[in-house]
């Protein structure tokens, strides 16, 4: 069984870029959350994917976007970068958005704006 | 979800016992105790959670006070890998906000050799 992955580890973009994080979910997962992690802070909440549609949004501007695939992997599009968005980006799966189900969580993708 | 407060930082020697606690005193009734580590460079792992009986499982046990106000995590023997930020969350497990976990600071746990 893989984990979830997610893709580049690191990038850096310069401010007003546009900037796209991918993360593949683990197999039998149909649910996808993305969080944001500044330094030193613990994660927030930035949207949920079930079945390719939005199932639920923190409290981030519309220029956070995402979308989900039939295959449930899931992109994170950034527009118009600032320095804030500096952070770790963090994706997680589960089977189903019922709060029984256990997020897993991956690695994570770096991102510094400059 | 119902707030949290924990320790910003503990130190632990390797081999004893790890004891992390949480205070969350507006806990409603339906909401859980969970419990999540974040190891350096990693992404957040979970630990374990409960409502309000005592829980162990192969990573830790939790400890729920009568009144739900508090918890607290046992590392029963900690080890270097053990070092790591150990978030508690309250969590409603039915409604419609259920699907977000909302962390906190949580705890910086260091263990010495």
């Known amino acids: 069984e893989t984990g979830v992955t997610q893709s580049p580890t690191h990038l850096i973009k310069t401010r007003g870029q546009q900037v796209t994080l991918r993360c593949s979910s683990q197999?039998?997962?149909?649910?996808v959350s993305w969080y944001q992690q500044a330094l030193g802070q613990g994660p927030q909440f930035i949207f949920q994917?079930?079945?390719?549609?939005?199932?639920g949004r923190g409290n981030f501007p519309p220029r956070f976007s995402g979308l989900q695939f039939p295959n449930y992997s899931s992109e994170l599009n950034v527009n118009a970068l600032e320095l804030d968005d500096s952070a770790l980006y963090l994706c997680?799966?589960?089977?189903?958005?019922?709060?029984?189900?256990?997020?897993?969580f991956g690695p994570g993708t770096r991102l510094t704006v400059l | 979800d119902a707030k949290t407060t924990q320790p910003p930082s503990m130190d632990c020697a390797e081999g004893r016992a790890a004891n992390l606690p949480c205070n969350h005193s507006?806990?409603?009734?339906?909401?859980?105790v969970y419990w999540y580590r974040q190891i350096h460079s990693q992404g957040p792992q979970y630990i374990i959670h409960?409502?309000?009986n005592n829980e162990t499982n192969e990573m830790a046990s939790l400890i729920i006070t009568e009144d739900r106000k508090s918890s607290t995590l046992i590392l029963p023997h900690a080890t270097l890998r053990d070092t790591a930020v150990y978030y508690c969350?309250?969590?409603?497990?039915?409604?419609?906000?259920?699907?977000?976990?909302?962390f906190g600071k949580g705890t910086l746990l260091t263990v010495n050799p």
């Open positions: 409960g409502l309000k």
């Open positions: 197999s039998g997962h149909n649910t």
């Open positions: 994917y079930y079945r390719e549609e939005e199932n």
């Open positions: 997680a799966s589960s089977e189903g958005t019922n709060a029984y189900n256990e997020q897993f």
């Open positions: 507006t806990i409603s009734g339906n909401e859980y």
């Open positions: 969350i309250v969590r409603e497990i039915s409604g419609g906000s259920n699907y977000k976990l909302t």
